[in-house]
T-cell receptor, first 114, second 107 residues
């Protein structure tokens, strides 16, 4: 495993609890992304960050929060406000230089709400 | 609206048969198009990007701006091609993915 580390790989949560998914990268990439992958729905963007201390909402940000205090780290918190949090979560990174549009993905974290 | 459409959820072909995975997009401006692939138990990874104009693992994809399509093709499918394929379009920093097509290559 090189580049992007997501943890935990599997996580179980009770309803009403917040959980935080970790994404760490050593690629020195500027931009980081969180996607949610559900069967039949593809990848949907939750949040993204182009630089440290800045992030933007994606298409399905409600019930999620992020921070980008360090270039290497982009943790995602799934709050109790997220109505259907059981899903596979993917973190991705992209170089900052213009035209560098290829995404590199982590191995993912599977969250199950009991 | 910006959108990527992959009309087939599942595509089954026999080994050695031609494969075409369809992708249509709706995007204003000049987007860049990609195909990403996810093999079983592996990470999602880049397969092709339209600006490279390369053939990867025997796959090619041509951008047709008139039809706003970026279909993925391979003349002779192999069993190891079985995977989930996603078409994606990117504008300024934002990526839009299709819903994916699962390709099953039968022996």
């Amino acid at each position: 495993d090189g580049g992007i580390t997501q943890s935990p790989k599997y996580l179980f949560r009770k309803e009403g609890q917040n959980v935080t998914l970790s994404c760490e990268q050593n690629l020195n990439h500027d931009a980081m992304y969180w996607y949610r992958q559900d069967p039949g729905q593809g990848l949907r963007l939750i949040y993204y960050s182009q630089i440290v201390n800045d992030f933007q909402k994606g298409d399905i940000a409600e019930g999620y929060s992020v921070s980008r205090e360090k270039k290497e780290s982009f943790p995602l918190t799934v709050t109790s406000a997220q109505k259907n949090p059981t899903a596979f979560y993917l973190c991705a990174t992209r170089e900052g230089r213009p035209g560098a549009n290829v995404l590199t993905f982590g191995a993912g974290s599977r969250l199950t709400v009991l | 609206a910006q959108r990527v459409t992959q009309p087939e959820k599942l595509l089954s072909v026999f080994k050695g048969a031609p494969v075409e995975l369809k992708c249509n997009y709706s995007y204003s401006g000049s987007p860049e198009l990609f195909w990403y692939v996810q093999y079983s138990r592996q990470r999602l990874q880049l397969l092709l990007r339209h600006i490279s104009r390369e053939s990867i693992k025997g796959f090619t994809a041509d951008l047709n701006k008139g039809e706003t399509s970026f279909h993925l093709k391979k003349p002779f499918a192999q069993e190891e091609d079985s995977a989930m394929y996603y078409c994606a379009v990117v504008g300024t920093y934002k990526y839009i993915f299709g819903t994916g097509t699962r390709l099953k290559v039968l022996a």
